[in-house]
């Protein structure tokens, strides 16, 4: 996963990409970096999708931008819309599931 610092280069990320998860986290929160290294290793065997972080304090105006007004939250992006969105408690299999769904609809294209 890649960290991203502006609402700007999460915007490109977004658009530029067919399947993006993103991660708003804070600075102080444990669970977002847990959550980020379990989503991280989800990952790894998903080549399709395109994982980027970010940190509220890093860019306040994203996370209004995105309506993301507590960490974790955890964004599914496909073809630039958003799909799937899970804050706080975060359900990884759920996510897993999710992924796969869209995974599939890529492949299909």
């Known amino acids: ?7 700007s280069e999460i915007n490109q990320e977004i658009e530029s990409k067919p399947l ?3 991660i708003v986290k804070t600075g102080q929160c444990g669970v977002c970096e847990s959550v980020q290294a379990k989503v991280s290793n989800m990952l790894e065997s998903r080549p399709d999708v395109t994982g980027i972080y970010a940190y509220m304090e890093d ?4 996370a209004s931008a995105y309506l993301a ?3 974790p939250t ?10 799937y969105r899970i804050a706080r408690f975060v359900r990884l299999d ?5 992924l796969s769904q869209y995974e599939e609809l890529l492949k299909e294209q």
């Open 1 to 7: 996963m890649r960290q991203l610092t502006s609402l």
């Open 20 to 22: 993006v998860l993103f």
């Open 59 to 62: 860019a306040p105006d994203m």
């Open 69 to 71: 007004f507590s960490a």
């Open 74 to 83: 955890v964004l599914l992006f496909f073809e630039g819309k958003e799909v």
């Open 94 to 98: 759920e996510l897993d599931h999710v």
